[in-house]
C-alpha cells in the first residue's frame, strides 16, 4: 500500500512539474510578444521624435533664447531641431521648415496668436507657455479646438508635455 501511495505522489510531483513549466513557458512567450508588440513601437516613436523633429519657438528674443536654453539643457533636444520665430512676418518659417510642435510664449505672442493658429495643420501640435489666468476663456475654447493642444503654466511640466506632443504629433 504504501509503494502505491510512493507511485502516486511521484507521478503527482512529475507531471504538475511539467504542467507548471508549460504554464510558465506560455505566459513567458506571452510577455515577450507584448513587449514588441507595444513597448517597442513606442520607443521607437520616441527615438524618431527626438532625433527629427523640428520644434518652433514662438516669443521675443529673450523668451526664446530663455526657453532655447532649457529644452538644449535638458540633454533631450537638439539645439538644430530648434527654430526660433521673433518676427510676427516670420510665423510661416515654421510650416516651411516642417516643424512638428508650435511652442507660443503667450505673453510675447498673444497678438499674434491668430496668425500663429492660421498656420497650424491638424498634425501639428500646439503648446502655449502662459502664467496661469492670462489667457481669456474664449481664447481657451478656440485652443481646445485642436487636437493637440496644450496650455502649460510651469517650465518643468513644459518639458513633459513637448515630449508626450513629440510622439503624438506626426512623424
Do not use: H
Not at 507584448?34 to 529673450?62: E, T
Amino acid at each position: 500500500m504504501l509503494e502505491t501511495l510512493e507511485k502516486i505522489f511521484d507521478w503527482t510531483l512529475q507531471y504538475s512539474g511539467y504542467v507548471s513549466l508549460v504554464i510558465s513557458t506560455i505566459l513567458a512567450l506571452i510577455g515577450i510578444v507584448l513587449f514588441f508588440r507595444k513597448i517597442i513601437p513606442v520607443l521607437y516613436r520616441l527615438g524618431r521624435a527626438l532625433v527629427g523633429r523640428k520644434i518652433a519657438i514662438f516669443g521675443n528674443a529673450s523668451s526664446t533664447d530663455s526657453l532655447l536654453n532649457l529644452l538644449t539643457d535638458s540633454s533631450i533636444f537638439e539645439t538644430k531641431n530648434i527654430i526660433k520665430i521673433n518676427l510676427a512676418n516670420d510665423i510661416s518659417r515654421a510650416k516651411s521648415q516642417n516643424c512638428s510642435v508650435f511652442l507660443v510664449c503667450w505673453s510675447d505672442f498673444e497678438d499674434n496668436f491668430d496668425a500663429v493658429l492660421s498656420e497650424m495643420e491638424d498634425s501639428i501640435a500646439l503648446i502655449v507657455y502662459a502664467p496661469p489666468g492670462s489667457i481669456k476663456p474664449e481664447i481657451m475654447t478656440q485652443i481646445n479646438n485642436y487636437r493637440n493642444a496644450i496650455v502649460v503654466n510651469f517650465r518643468g511640466r513644459l518639458l513633459n508635455d513637448l515630449m508626450v506632443s513629440l510622439i503624438t504629433s506626426k512623424v
